[in-house]
């Protein structure tokens, strides 16, 4: 469906990036929960160069890749839609919320 950019400051040396802590970076992720969400992210991230093996929290609703100022604003360019803090809370909780009820209905049904 979408993926979102979600500027934010890199925390700490991101060294091997060439990022100091208070650099512009960005969160980058995809609206669809589970598997279609995690292929629609990896598919995309690597147009820009990031390495499938660089994902966070990959199979969890928080999954995502931390992208450099150059390579996030070639996203924006190209069409991912920029994300609030708030939009960004909003995403995760509803994936959250998704994945939870998934993993109930397959709990209570034998995986089916």
Do not use: C, F
């Not at 960005?26 to 660089?54: C, F, I, K, N, T």
């Not at 604003?73 to 909003?90: H, K, S, V, Y």
Request: proline share 4%; hydrophobic share 40%; net charge positive.
């Amino acid at each position: 469906m979408a993926i979102l950019v979600h500027a934010a400051r890199a925390t700490r040396p991101w060294l091997r990036a060439g990022v100091q802590r208070g650099d512009r970076m960005y969160h980058v992720l995809s609206d669809l929960p589970g598997s279609e969400g995690s292929a629609e992210l990896r598919a995309y991230v690597v147009q820009y160069g990031l390495r499938p093996q660089w994902v966070q929290y990959a199979g969890t609703y928080r999954e995502h890749y931390d992208a450099r100022e150059p390579e996030g604003l070639a996203m924006l360019r190209d069409g991912a839609r920029p994300a609030t803090n708030r939009e960004i809370g909003a995403l995760l909780a509803a994936k959250r919320a998704a994945g939870t009820a998934a993993a109930a209905w397959e709990g209570t049904n034998g995986g089916m």
